[in-house]
């Protein structure tokens, strides 16, 4: 509506004789239609004249569009484009609405002409041309006429935007030209990435960061460019081509919820003579799932990147992708090399889709090892990347130190009395959540209790007793302390199957970077099975794996479950041993129908809340997903050929419980992961080695395993991943994100 109602008073301003060159006789017309409209509220400045502007008028801008891309122009807001979406992107109905395949939003790329000692001047432009994929706008501002032409082909992702600046007066000018994009605050903007560079150097910025924080950079007279994604990995490089002045980038974080940023750039002062015009070309390619701009060119035709992890030992297989997305179709060759080629791939490129090509390498010398991933079509290299691997670095090496740390480890052996024994001599715990503590009650709780027990769980009853000869204490005063369910944050937990057997994948999540309380615990009994854990879950001798995720349940599920909970701890029914379920979980089942049935006895039910993936040695698999003693049980089989997953929801039930609670981002995070899962591995998902499963958890962008706080909508960091290989009953250990920090293999040999 504001747009066409604005053209068609252009137009008939016009055809009454007025233009822009006679801005008297236009005001006075358009005025004059403004009053028959009835028109009021808002007020624009074209060419210095204040006119007033209607509400009505402030509708909806104009759409150009191909079956990839949809960008709306704003004429009265000199030509910007307020809304980018990408069409083809990944969206289901939680994160439909929420900014799914939007690569921008604000006020982008409007034009920016100043004339040294004038102040800025509103640009309203007139559309003089329009079809479904181009529009053509004119105006005026500073005393000079321009002409913007957004264009969008058939079969791209992205559009074209040129500027052409004509000084039409008798007089040279001195003029700075440039653009300017501002983010608009949306609910669903949890988090992005930015970059500002150019052909020589690259500025990273994250957001969420510290609001009026400013990134700066002297461009120089060459190509620069502005790389934005969005937390669904839909994003947008901005490229303008080479400018007769050199120019200055400035992106800046605004003091707003959503910290958006604003993104300048404008060139020195420059000479337009009379009669004289300059033109601005840039290009605004669209994709998914691209990662950062570390390819040696960001002006090249597609967009490559080689993800690497940052160090690995001589002897042992590395792994390594190559990414490469187009913003049109194209047919090429990746070819991925170190020093000699490691594999090539043919590839048929959508536009704005991403592709990656997985490779694997044994670096057989120590030293840097660069991974080269060049792009070619039809013989003709048009992108290249390169990383770099350091291969058994030097100690002192802070690439290498992050690489090879191994994390704290307790370990205990013997009867389960002596075990308790040694719980309650260490003092050198790692802490919560990984490690059982021993407390002492104030008061005694009933001997009744240890009797229930030792029934039905009597290597507890035995740990207790151990512990409580320790600390010189009654057993009945002494309690096992749940550290597990402290500073729960989000996880996902994967079943993978293929020839080394069912794998129990889990990637830790947390909100920060800290690694405080994560630890290895080894527990060898002389009776029961013996098992290893990674903060309170892992696998046992029989090939039984645990792992858990946040379940972020909604408030009404809370409240119902736990008031049931009290309910039953009040009538003084049991729950399984507090503080040491996982414990006897481990120690006492060997396959998911034992610990299906153990978690929802009746008798003594675990009490937890979270989302629980349990998979065994003949790939079986189940997740529980519990609020307090409130469970839902979905089974699946080793003949699933797709992929079983916990993460950070739960399923909603017939009885209107089990919502999806309080933290969207967490929720769409698993969502994404699991549609990475199907898209890229599902067609692999029976044949997935180890390496293989270490491999996919060294992926990175939106919807992928490895996370780095801004790359992903929950704003979440993996602190630590472990590999349960229930075949063997190994766990594979990688304390921190498991591109820079190895895998440490630990067995249960007693």
């Known amino acids: 509506m504001r747009a066409g109602l604005a053209e068609a008073l252009f137009l008939e301003a016009e055809q009454a004789g007025s233009s822009f060159d006679s801005a008297t006789r236009l005001s006075l017309f358009l005025n004059q239609r403004m009053l028959m409209f009835g028109i009021a509220g808002r007020t624009l400045c074209v060419s210095g004249l204040l006119l007033l502007a209607v509400s009505a008028v402030a509708t909806d801008p104009l759409p150009i569009e191909n079956t990839y891309v949809t960008a709306l122009v704003d004429p009265l807001e000199g030509g910007a484009i307020t809304r980018i979406v990408y069409r083809k992107a990944i969206s289901f109905p939680f994160i439909a609405g929420k900014g799914a395949g939007v690569a921008g939003s604000g006020s982008l790329f409007v034009p920016v002409v100043e004339r040294p000692g004038s102040a800025p001047e509103h640009l309203v432009m007139r559309v003089t041309s329009r ?46 030209l440039g653009a300017t994009s501002l983010q608009q605050q949306e609910s669903w903007r949890w988090a992005e990435r930015s970059w500002i560079g150019n052909q020589n150097e690259t500025i990273e910025r994250h957001v969420p ?34 400018l007769q002045s050199p120019a200055v980038l400035d992106e800046e974080v605004l003091p707003a919820a959503g910290n958006p940023v604003r993104f300048t750039w404008k060139t020195r002062t420059l000479s337009l ?37 940052l160090a690995g ?69 048009i992108g290249l990347a390169t990383s770099h691997t350091i291969i058994d670095g030097d100690p002192s090496n802070e690439i290498w130190k992050t690489y090879s740390s191994r994390m704290p480890e307790e370990s205990y052996r013997g009867s389960w009395q002596a075990i308790g024994e040694q719980l309650a001599h260490n003092a050198g715990h790692i802490g919560a959540p990984s490690s059982v503590r021993i407390s002492t009650r104030p008061e005694p709780g009933s001997t009744a ?24 204490a009654n057993p009945a005063r002494l309690i ?49 099975y013996a098992f290893h854990t990674y903060m309170g879950v892992g696998i046992n001798s029989e090939g039984l794996s645990v792992s858990s995720a946040t379940l972020n349940e909604d408030p009404h599920t809370h409240a119902v479950a736990f008031a049931r909970l009290d309910e039953w701890k009040r009538s003084g029914k049991h729950l399984m041993p507090p503080g040491a379920a996982m414990w006897m979980l481990l120690a006492m089942c060997r396959n998911v129908d034992e610990a299906v049935a153990m978690i929802g006895n009746r008798e003594a039910p675990m009490e937890f809340t979270g989302n629980m993936l349990l998979v065994d040695r003949a790939g079986n698999a189940a ?39 309080p933290r969207p981002g967490w929720a769409a995070n698993t969502m994404l992961r699991e549609q990475f899962l199907r898209e890229f591995a599902e067609n692999r998902q029976g044949k997935l080695s180890v390496q293989d499963v270490i491999s996919l958890m060294q992926t990175h962008e939106a919807g992928a395993m490895c996370q780095h706080l801004y790359d992903n909508p929950g704003v979440l960091y993996t602190s630590c991943s472990f590999i349960a290989v229930c075949r063997t009953s190994e766990l594979w250990l990688s304390q921190g994100p498991p591109c820079r920090n190895q895998y440490v293999r630990h067995t249960l040999q007693r």
Request: hydrophobic share 35%; with cysteine.
């Open 131 to 176: 079809n479904v994929r181009d529009i053509t706008l004119s105006g005026r501002a500073s005393g000079l006429f321009l002409t913007r032409r957004l264009h969008m082909s058939a079969e791209q992702s992205g559009f074209t935007i040129e500027d052409q600046i004509r000084n039409d007066s008798a007089q040279d000018m001195t003029v700075r």
């Open 209 to 242: 960061a510290k609001d009026g924080d400013r990134a700066h950079l002297e461009a120089g007279a060459g190509p620069l460019f502005w790389r934005q994604i969005e937390q669904y990995g839909t994003g947008l490089l901005y490229r303008v081509q080479s």
């Open 273 to 309: 003579p009379a009669q004289g015009s300059i033109v601005v070309k840039a290009d605004v390619l669209i994709d998914e799932g691209g990662g950062a701009p570390d390819q040696q060119n960001a002006f090249s035709a597609v967009l490559a990147r080689s993800d690497a992890a």
């Open 313 to 381: 030992h001589s002897g042992q297989p590395l792994t390594a992708f190559a990414t490469v997305v187009s913003p049109e179709p194209r047919d090429v060759r990746v070819t991925v090399s170190a020093d000699r080629e490691l594999t090539h791939a043919d590839l048929h490129l959508q536009p704005g889709k991403v592709a990656r090509v997985p490779v694997l390498l044994t670096p057989s010398a120590k030293g840097d090892v660069p991974i080269r991933v060049a792009v070619t079509e039809h013989g003709r290299e």
């Open 449 to 472: 209790d240890l009797s229930f027990y030792r029934k039905r769980f009597p290597y507890y009853t035995e740990l207790v007793t151990g512990a409580a000869k320790a600390a010189r």
């Open 480 to 528: 096992f302390e749940d550290r597990a369910a402290q500073g729960k944050e989000a996880c996902m937990d994967i079943a993978f199957y293929g020839p080394d057997g069912p794998i129990n994948a889990f990637s830790k999540e947390r909100s920060g970077t800290s690694y405080k309380g994560l630890g290895y615990i080894k527990v060898v009994p002389d009776q029961g």
């Open 623 to 661: 997740r529980i997903e519990s609020v307090g003693i409130d469970q839902q049980v979905f089974r699946s089989s080793g003949d699933n050929p797709g992929f079983f997953v916990a993460g950070n929801y739960p399923h909603e039930n017939a009885r209107g419980l089990f919502r999806i609670g």
